[in-house]
C-alpha cells in the first residue's frame, strides 16, 4: 500500500501538470477567442434537471486511464461509448478532459457531445476561470469543481462565473469540512467522492456518513466505487439524486450492459438515446 503522503502528491502532481498546461494553452488562445466561439455555440443542456428526476440517475463517466488503474479500456471511442450509455439510460455523461495522467483530452467531450443528446460533464482539475470558458466553448453543459484544489474565493468565483455561462456545476467534495466549504460557496449540486484522496481507498460509508448534512435543496452526488443496483438503492434511499459510475463500465467490452444492471433496467431493452 502506498503511503498516504504519496497519494496526496499525486494529486498536487497532476494539479501542477494542469496549471502548466493553462498558462501554455493561454497563450495560443487567449480569453476574447474562447468568448466569441461561447456566443456561437447553442445554450448548455440541463444537468441539474437531468439529475433532480424520480429514478436511478446515472452520470456515466468516459475514461480512458487513471493514476492508480492505469488503462482502464484499449478499445476507447468516446462517441461510439457516449451513444451507448446514453442509449442504456445514463442521465447525464462525464467525460475526463485531462490529457496526461487520464489520457483524456476535449476532443473526446466533442464527440460525445455529437453522438448523444443527454448532458455532458467535463471532468478535469478546473482551478482557472479560463477552463471554464474553454469548456464552455467546447460544448461541455457542466463542469467539476474539486474542492480540495481550491481556495474558497476560486470557488465561489468559479460556481459565479459556471452560472453566469448557464452551466451549473458538479462541486465535489470528500469530508465533512469540505461539505461545508461546498455549502458556503452556494453549491447547488454537491457530489461525494467516495474514493480518499490520502490513500485512494473507496468506501461507500462515505457517502452515507456526509448525506444528511446536505442541505434538502441541493442535489446529491454518489461518486466511485458503486457497482450494483443494490448499491445504488442503498444510497437513493439514503437520499441521494444520481450516481456517478466510470471504471466499473469502463472496464467491460459492452458498458452499456452493466449500466442497465446498475440502472435496474437489464432485459428490458435500450432507452432513446
Known amino acids: 500500500m502506498k503511503t498516504s503522503s504519496q497519494e496526496r502528491t499525486i494529486l498536487d502532481k497532476i494539479v501542477e501538470a494542469r496549471r502548466e498546461s493553462i498558462a501554455h494553452r493561454k497563450r495560443v488562445l487567449p480569453d476574447v477567442a474562447l468568448k466569441m466561439a461561447v456566443e456561437k455555440n447553442e ?40 451513444a451507448a450509455l446514453a442509449g442504456a439510460g445514463a442521465a447525464a455523461l ?63 468565483e468559479l460556481l459565479e462565473l459556471g452560472r453566469s455561462l448557464k452551466m451549473e456545476p458538479l462541486v465535489e467534495v470528500h469530508s465533512r469540512e469540505e461539505l461545508g466549504r461546498a455549502i458556503a460557496a452556494g453549491a447547488r449540486i454537491i457530489g461525494v467522492n467516495n ?46 439524486d444520481a450516481f456517478l459510475v466510470g471504471e466499473h463500465l469502463m472496464k467491460e467490452t459492452d458498458p452499456a450492459a452493466p449500466l442497465r444492471s446498475l440502472i435496474g433496467t437489464a432485459g428490458a431493452g435500450h432507452t432513446a438515446a
Open 94 to 156: 462525464s467525460v475526463l478532459t485531462e490529457e496526461e495522467f487520464f489520457l483524456g483530452s476535449l476532443a473526446d467531450l466533442k464527440a460525445a457531445k455529437k453522438a448523444a443528446s443527454i448532458p455532458i460533464l467535463r471532468k478535469d482539475f478546473i482551478v482557472d476561470s479560463w477552463q471554464v470558458w474553454e469548456a464552455r466553448a467546447a460544448g461541455a453543459d457542466a463542469f467539476l469543481l474539486i474542492v480540495a484544489i481550491l481556495s474558497d474565493e476560486a470557488l465561489r
Open 195 to 240: 474514493r480518499d484522496l490520502r490513500d485512494f481507498k473507496v468506501r461507500i460509508e462515505t457517502s452515507l456518513e456526509l448525506i444528511e448534512a446536505v442541505p434538502d435543496e441541493c442535489i446529491a452526488v454518489s461518486e466511485s466505487g458503486l457497482r450494483t443496483h443494490e448499491d445504488l438503492a442503498r444510497l437513493r434511499s439514503a437520499g441521494f
Open 43 to 82: 445554450l448548455p443542456r440541463d444537468f441539474a434537471g437531468a439529475l433532480a428526476r424520480d429514478g436511478f440517475n446515472v452520470i456515466a463517466e468516459l475514461k480512458k486511464a487513471s493514476p492508480s488503474k492505469g488503462v482502464l479500456r484499449e478499445e476507447y471511442a468516446p462517441a461510439d461509448l457516449a
